[in-house]
C-alpha cells in the first residue's frame, strides 16, 4: 500500500500536555488551562439541562439533519434552514469544504499565521496552498486578490485572525468580497464571532443573498463554552449548501452536542455576560503591556498575543512550571510571542502577576 505523499510531511495534532501530567511532574494542585481559547466561564445552564435531558436516547442515533438545531439557528441568524450545514466543530466543516472543492491542479488562497486548518486540509486533498504573509497582524487583502486565478477555488478569511486577533472591519472586507472572481468560494471563518465589540465589525449574512460564492462559519466552541461537544456550523446560499451536503458524514454531530447548542443559543444573556467580562480581561492584559512597554494586538477574541521579545517556548515553561497552560507562538508562527486566553479576572490577576515577576528576574 501507500500513503497519499502528502500525508507524509504532516504532522498529526499535537495535543497540550495532560493536566494531570503537568500536576505531577511539577508537583502542583491546580493547573489553569489559558490555551485553547476555551470560556473560562463554561457554558450556559440551559445547555447542561438539555444535556441531561438526553441521557434516555443515547442508545438512538442522532437527527442526521440537526433539524430542532436547524432550526433555533435559521430563526437566530435570520436565514433559512437550507442555509444552515453542521459539522464535528467548525474544523470539519473546514475539512467538508475541502473535500467537497479541492483537489490536485487546484488551488486556494489563505492568510498565514492564521488557522492551521485550512492549510492541513488543503494539503491533504492534493491541492496547492499559497499563503499571503500578515502585514502588522492583518489580512493583506490586496496579496490575497493577486493570489487568486482561474484554478484557485477557496481564499480563507478569518476574522478575527487567529492567533493576532486582529479583525477586517466591514467597507475593507465588502470590498474584498465583491473583487473575489464568482468561480472562488470565500470562507469567512467567524469562531470569535460573539466576541467581537468593534462597531465597523462587518455583519456578513447579509453578503449571502448577493454572493453565492461566500460561506460563514461559526462554532459553539468559543464564546458559547461547548468546545468538548464539537459542533460549528456554515451558513451560505442553499444552492451551495446543497452541493456540499455529501461530503458531510451522515451521523456527524451528536445528540447531546444538537441538544446543547440549541438551548446555548437561547441564552444570549449568558453571552453577553461573558462578552462583558472578556472585554474587562483583556483590558487587564493591555495595562499589563503598557506598564511593561511589550508590544500586541488589540483583539476582538478571548486571547492575546503577547511579544516577550524572548522564546515564546521560554516563556510557555515559565508559565508551565507555576501551572498556567499557554499558547507558545513557536509554533503559530510568532517565536517570540505567547498566545493567552482570557480567563476569569482572578485567572488574568495570577496569570499577569507571574509574567511581572518573569519580566523582573530576566530584567526585561
Ligand atoms: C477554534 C477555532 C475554530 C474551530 O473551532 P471548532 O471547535 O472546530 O468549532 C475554527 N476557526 C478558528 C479561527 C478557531 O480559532
Not at 33 to 54: D, T, V
Not at 95 to 123: D, E
Not at 330 to 347: D, K, M
Amino acid at each position: 500500500m501507500e500513503i497519499k505523499a502528502q500525508l507524509l510531511d504532516l504532522k498529526p495534532y499535537q495535543p497540550g500536555k495532560p493536566i494531570e501530567t503537568v500536576k505531577r511532574v511539577f508537583g502542583l494542585e491546580k493547573i489553569t488551562k489559558l490555551a485553547s481559547n476555551e470560556n473560562p466561564f463554561g457554558c450556559s445552564e440551559k445547555a447542561k439541562q438539555a444535556i441531561l435531558e438526553e441521557l434516555n436516547s443515547l442508545a438512538l442515533y442522532p437527527d442526521g439533519y440537526s433539524t430542532d438545531l436547524r432550526k433555533a439557528v435559521a430563526e437566530h441568524l435570520n436565514v433559512d434552514e437550507t442555509q444552515l450545514i453542521f459539522g464535528n466543530g467548525s474544523d470539519e466543516v473546514i475539512q467538508i469544504i475541502c473535500r467537497a472543492l479541492l483537489g490536485p491542479g487546484k488551488n486556494t488562497v489563505m492568510p498565514t499565521p492564521s488557522f492551521p486548518q485550512y492549510k492541513h486540509n488543503a494539503v491533504i486533498e492534493g491541492a496547492e496552498v499559497r499563503e499571503v504573509e500578515l502585514v502588522d497582524g492583518e489580512h493583506n487583502l490586496g496579496e490575497m486578490l493577486a493570489a487568486i486565478d482561474e484554478q484557485t477555488q477557496i481564499v480563507w478569511i478569518c476574522n478575527p485572525n487567529n492567533p493576532t486577533g486582529t479583525y477586517i472591519e466591514k467597507e475593507k472586507l465588502f470590498s474584498f468580497v465583491s473583487k473575489v472572481p464568482k468561480h472562488v468560494l470565500v470562507v469567512l471563518d467567524e469562531a470569535y464571532y460573539e466576541y467581537v465589540v468593534a462597531s465597523d465589525y462587518p455583519e456578513t449574512i447579509g453578503l449571502l443573498s448577493e454572493y453565492e460564492n461566500v460561506v460563514i462559519l461559526r462554532t459553539f466552541s468559543k464564546a458559547y463554552g461547548l468546545a468538548s461537544l464539537r459542533i460549528g456550523y456554515g451558513i451560505g446560499s442553499s444552492k451551495l449548501i446543497q452541493q456540499i451536503e455529501p461530503a458531510r458524514e451522515p451521523f456527524n454531530t451528536t445528540r447531546v452536542a444538537q441538544a446543547a447548542a440549541k438551548a446555548a443559543i437561547s441564552d444570549q444573556e449568558f453571552i453577553k455576560e461573558c462578552v462583558s467580562k472578556n472585554k474587562k480581561g483583556l483590558d487587564q492584559f493591555y495595562t499589563f503591556c503598557e506598564e511593561h512597554h511589550l508590544s500586541y494586538y488589540k483583539s476582538q477574541g478571548n486571547f492575546i498575543l503577547i511579544d516577550f521579545k524572548q522564546q515564546g517556548d521560554q516563556v510557555f515553561q515559565y508559565l508551565l512550571e507555576r501551572g498556567f497552560i499557554v499558547r507558545s507562538g513557536n509554533a503559530l508562527g510568532f517565536p517570540t510571542s505567547v498566545r493567552i486566553t482570557v480567563g476569569t479576572e482572578e485567572q488574568n490577576a495570577e496569570i499577569i502577576g507571574h509574567l511581572t515577576e518573569m519580566l523582573q528576574t530576566t530584567g526585561k
